[in-house]
């Protein structure tokens, strides 16, 4: 019992300080996951402990300390914080809860709105008049910031309109639009000032500011969620009639709340929007469901902490908390070594994950990983899995141990050579290593490369364990009475691929370089090396200096193609591939000439969407001979986006970035004339 009182108390200690700094003084210090696994495990021990239960402890408590430096002033009902629940089953108790303490068996109807990541305040209305605003606080006594709410732009001073209460309370979430967040971020990064890590903090920093004048220049946001009268309910009986009766008033509301009648239109309006959050402007965590009516709201009350009529049905977090149990070291085809994370199994977003990318040796020591850590897994842009944080203070010392990167190759034993530059380790021995030999070669036969149809990783691995083939220019002597001796393969398979490798023999220039590897020419410079020279010979004699002035190619790529050709052994694959492969060279016209007068000539674009005169593969090579360079995310330094129906967030974003945004229409008139011609079915 000693022992569980001990953690309890050193729970409660940690969590009040994490509480401190994040409601506070708005810095928190340690992720929101990680708030809520050391709250859950409070909660778990306090409940299967409930003599242990203490007024003081963070679970009984609603909100934060107050700042000496703003006046304190008593909030005329509590500021209350919403239960929340992050699955169906805990809506279903919701309701079910919300009907046995109504002893009501009708039909209930709920109002569903879009939870705002943002800092709840309070603003008392007299004759119409903005007369005080206060933050939420401890939820009886919050801060008065009537001076700093004034200057945001979205709240009335004045009501408009008719029936106005004399009385009024207001009651939302001030938060700051995405894109001002970006913006506001972008000038501290240029005045080499710290910069906010989430919009959400960014806005309860300038609402606690002692001077108006910056909490005026951060372009804050407000939303109203709720009013209060005395006899406001007496001619509104429901929630959404007063969110209504808010707008007609001048407050601004979030017009996306929706009255549904059972969980399952609660459950669609939340799976809409929690597809949808990415597109929108600001951040929101879940949803809000409360019961419409306020006379039933009355009946059912509140509890020390939450109201009972109402609750928030939050998205699920894309993180996890696991326990790494191995880290593995991986060879490149280019021979950098990666290590990756091996952790217990994880689900995110209905995806199991058990291993995740370290990328080099400093990220070890910048997350000061050991094995046996307790960490946080996200999903980086929802897809890539990355290992964000350690939990400190939360393992066993003993159970830890130190990562020590190799100093040999972990499959051919040849030393390993650190490039500080570059930040990597390298396995300097080439096709020597059957790691790169084969990842090399998987590369060769790529789909964008001189692709085989039907030669897959495990046929290609198979071939190198028979000793069948060691270099691409193998594959070209490749029979059939070899392919046969494979596993699963038959004779239609066997001839599928020898007529895929018949026909790759004929190939673009492009589409050669890109196959042969060099480390980092991928397919938007091959395509540039293409352009800018005749044929295979003129590059490999080409110097430094004269590709370091090509557009597009920097200094290191220039000294990887460079030191590429240096190689005898590459040089002389190279020269032995041209005669198995013949290879479609540009001519001088079609590469320089003219270039330098197309619309998307050194310009950045960006591709989303879906296309019906090109495919997206075809529409980014078309740019790209056009000397355009494409990238993946917007940015302020993208010039165009390109939108085909179906576009997703990159859309809105441009919006937001008052990018140019193409249509498909204006596309096609501009390649028209530029001679190419769509793809037709």
Not at 170 to 188: A, H, P, Q, T
Not at 397 to 405: A, D, E, G, V
Request: proline residues 3%.
């Amino acid at each position: 019992m000693k022992s569980i009182k001990n953690k309890i108390d050193r729970l409660r200690k940690q969590i009040s300080r994490y509480a401190y700094f994040y409601h506070t003084l708005d810095q928190p210090i340690i992720s929101d996951i990680e708030y809520d696994y050391l709250f859950h495990q409070l909660y778990t021990l306090e409940l299967q402990n409930k003599q242990l239960i203490v007024s003081n402890s963070p679970t009984q408590r609603i909100g934060s300390d107050l700042l000496q430096r703003f006046k304190q002033v008593l909030h005329f009902s509590p500021m209350l914080s919403l239960d929340n629940t992050f699955t169906l089953k805990g809506l279903l108790d919701f309701e079910r809860r919300v009907k046995k303490l109504c002893h009501l068996d009708q039909e209930i109807f709920f109002c569903c709105e879009l939870k705002i990541d943002g800092v709840a305040i309070s603003i008392i209305y007299e004759e119409g008049t903005l007369i005080r605003a206060a933050t939420r606080g401890d939820g009886i006594k919050g801060e008065n910031i009537t001076a700093n709410v004034k200057t945001i732009q979205s709240i009335p001073i004045q009501l408009k309109g008719l029936n106005i209460p004399k009385r009024l309370e207001v009651r939302g979430e001030v938060f700051m639009l995405k894109s001002d967040f970006l913006e506001l971020n972008k000038k501290f990064y240029l005045n080499k000032k710290q910069s906010f890590s989430n919009p959400r903090n960014a806005a309860a920093g300038a609402l606690r500011n002692i001077n108006p004048k910056i909490t005026e220049s951060r372009k804050l946001a407000f939303f109203c969620y709720s009013v209060h009268s005395c006899f406001l309910e007496e001619q509104h009986d429901n929630q959404n009639e007063l969110l209504m009766q808010c707008e007609m008033w001048g407050l601004p509301i979030d017009k996306s709340f929706l009255v549904c009648s059972n969980y399952n239109d609660i459950l669609k309006f939340y799976q809409k929007f929690e597809k949808k959050r990415h597109t929108l402007n600001f951040d929101i965590d879940g949803i809000v469901v409360k019961v419409n009516s306020v006379t039933i709201q009355k009946r059912l009350g509140c509890t020390a902490k939450h109201p009972r009529w109402a609750i928030a049905f939050k998205f699920t977090s894309q993180e996890r908390i696991t326990s790494l149990y191995d880290v593995k070291f991986q060879v490149g085809r280019t021979g950098v070594i990666t290590p990756i994370a091996l952790f217990k199994p994880i689900n995110i977003s209905g995806v199991t994950i058990k291993k995740a990318s370290l990328y080099n040796k400093n990220e070890i020591k910048r997350l000061n990983l050991h094995i046996g850590d307790s960490i946080i897994v996200g999903r980086s842009g929802d897809v890539i899995p990355k290992v964000l944080k350690v939990i400190e203070n939360f393992n066993n010392p003993k159970n830890m141990k130190k990562i020590f990167f190799p100093i040999f190759c972990p499959v051919c034993n040849s030393k390993l050579l650190e490039n500080p530059e570059e930040k990597i380790i390298r396995c300097h021995a080439g096709l020597t290593c059957d790691a790169q030999k084969k990842k090399n070669i998987y590369h060769f036969f790529s789909k964008n490369a001189l692709y085989i149809e039907g030669l897959g990783n495990k046929i290609i691995d198979d071939l190198i364990n028979k000793k069948y083939v060691a270099t691409p220019i193998d594959f070209f002597y490749l029979t059939y009475n070899k392919l046969m001796t494979l596993k699963n393969i038959r004779s239609k398979k066997s001839k599928k691929i020898l007529f895929s490798i018949e026909r790759c023999k004929n190939t673009t220039f492009k589409r050669f370089i890109y196959a042969l590897g060099i480390p980092q020419v991928g397919e938007s410079v091959a395509e540039i090396l293409a352009n800018h020279f005749v044929n295979i010979n003129k590059l490999m004699c080409s110097d430094v200096g004269n590709l370091y002035r090509i557009y597009g190619v920097g200094k290191i790529i220039s000294h990887n193609i460079f030191n590429y050709f240096s190689i005898s052994s590459n040089r002389t694959m190279v020269f032995d591939l041209e005669k198995i492969v013949n290879i479609s060279q540009n001519s001088k016209e079609n590469t320089i000439c003219n270039i330098k007068n197309t619309f998307f000539f050194q310009k950045n674009i960006v591709i989303t969407g879906v296309f019906e005169t090109f495919s997206r593969t075809e529409l980014k090579d078309i740019l790209i001979s056009m000397r355009a360079k494409i990238l993946n995310g917007i940015s302020k330094n993208v010039d165009i986006v390109i939108c085909g129906n179906k576009a997703g967030s990159k859309f809105s974003q441009a919006k937001n970035y008052k990018i140019k945004i193409m249509n498909e229409k204006e596309l096609n008139y501009i390649l028209g004339r530029a001679g190419f011609e769509p793809a037709t079915n």
